[in-house]
Nanobody, 124 residues
Framework: QVQLVESGGGLVQAGDSMSLSCAASGRTLSGSGMGWFRQAPGKEREFVAAIHWRAGFTYYSDSVKGRFTISRDNAKNTVYLQMNSLKPEDSAVYYC?????????????????WGQGTQVTVSS
């Protein structure tokens, strides 16, 4: 059974940094992709960042490019999201997701498993 366990999150001020992590268990990740999405109240869940596990290619939404960095630790089966220069509009529940095939990593349809989400709140 695949499990994605997120950690990190909380309340920070605008301009601060925060790191999220997501540990995957229950399957090997070679050939897979992992991503982060977020959902603010009243809005649809949107793509934030993704990484192809084997190749290491990374993808970012325009809204976070240059501020957020996604990375992975192969030995720990863990993906990280380092968020710098946070803005109030970054406030949302952040979800980790796993893509079996490593395709369509910018789209929700590309993912087979989702974590429970972790709240990130950025105060102005």
């Amino acid at each position: 059974q695949v499990q994605l366990v997120e950690s990190g999150g909380g309340l920070v001020q605008a301009g601060d940094s925060m790191s999220l992590s997501c540990a995957a268990s229950g399957r090997t990740l070679s050939g897979s992709g992992m991503g982060w999405f977020r959902q603010a109240p009243g809005k649809e869940r949107e793509f934030v960042a993704a990484i192809h596990w084997r190749a290491g290619f990374t993808y970012y939404s325009d809204s976070v490019k240059g501020r957020f960095t996604i990375s992975r630790d192969n030995a720990k089966n863990t993906v990280y999201l380092q968020m710098n220069s946070l803005k109030p509009e970054d406030s949302a529940v952040y979800y980790c997701a796993l893509s079996d095939g490593g395709a369509y990593l910018r789209e929700r349809r590309g993912y087979n498993y989702w974590g429970q989400g972790t709240q990130v709140t950025v105060s102005s």
